[in-house]
T-cell receptor, first 113, second 114 residues
């Protein structure tokens, strides 16, 4: 069973600090990695994607990918209360010739004012 | 205009009933999906259609039957509902079939089976 694993949390971070969210995946052949944010009662929305090893920055968000370690992370700098949500890691995996997006169970992040 | 719209938003029904959830996207995307999110927030793909053709069919009971009359619509019919079917069902769409593209999600349908 190809899997994506995340620490479910909750992860509590003071306002203004850096929030660090981690994700590991089982399929060595995966090429595309995504972070979705889901507010309570709402649908997931894409906030970052990364395809190459290393860091990718977008505003306060930085995605980090290490394919050798099968590890992807999301850093949120200068955390704001509005960042409080569940963050879903998603990995593109091949399954019997079809590519599909496999989600982790999500990490619930709370930013404490 | 809502990009991906699904109805109803809430569905409360008795065990054994049959129900349908409708989904429409106005983004011109070729691929549509149904995902199920359980109470622990685990989001799992159920089906994927590309231009009305079924391309992903996960291990889902055959009580669940998707139907895509055209590439802008993907409906989900569920027969003989069971307690374990209670979850939030999300419709989604993307431009292509390869999942290196952004998924656009509908607002979800909260299904409660009593």
């Amino acid at each position: 069973q190809k899997e994506v694993e995340q620490n479910s949390g909750p992860l509590s971070v003071p306002e203004g600090a850096i929030a660090s969210l981690n994700c590991t995946y089982s399929d060595r052949g995966s090429q595309s990695f995504f972070w979705y944010r889901q507010y309570s009662g709402k649908s997931p929305e894409l906030i970052m994607f990364i395809y190459s090893n290393g860091d990718k920055e977008d505003g306060r968000f930085t995605a980090q990918l290490n394919k050798a370690s099968q590890y992807v992370s999301l850093l949120i700098r200068d955390s704001q209360p509005s960042d409080s949500a569940t963050y879903l890691c998603a990995v593109n995996m091949e399954d019997f010739g079809n590519e599909k997006l496999t989600f982790g169970t999500g990490t619930r992040l709370t930013i404490i004012p | 205009d809502t990009a991906v719209s699904q109805t109803p938003k809430y569905l409360v029904t008795q065990m054994g009933n049959d129900k349908s959830i409708k989904c429409e996207q106005n983004l011109g995307h070729d691929t549509m999906y149904w995902y199920k999110q359980d109470s622990k927030k685990f989001l799992k793909i159920m089906f994927s259609y590309n231009n009305k053709e079924l391309i992903i069919n996960e291990t889902v009971p055959n009580r669940f039957s998707p139907k895509s009359p055209d590439k802008a619509h993907l409906n989900l019919h569920i027969n003989s509902l069971e307690l374990g079917d209670s979850a939030v069902y999300f419709c989604a769409s993307s431009q292509g079939t390869v999942n290196n593209e952004k998924l656009f999600f509908g607002s979800g349908t909260q299904l409660s089976v009593l």
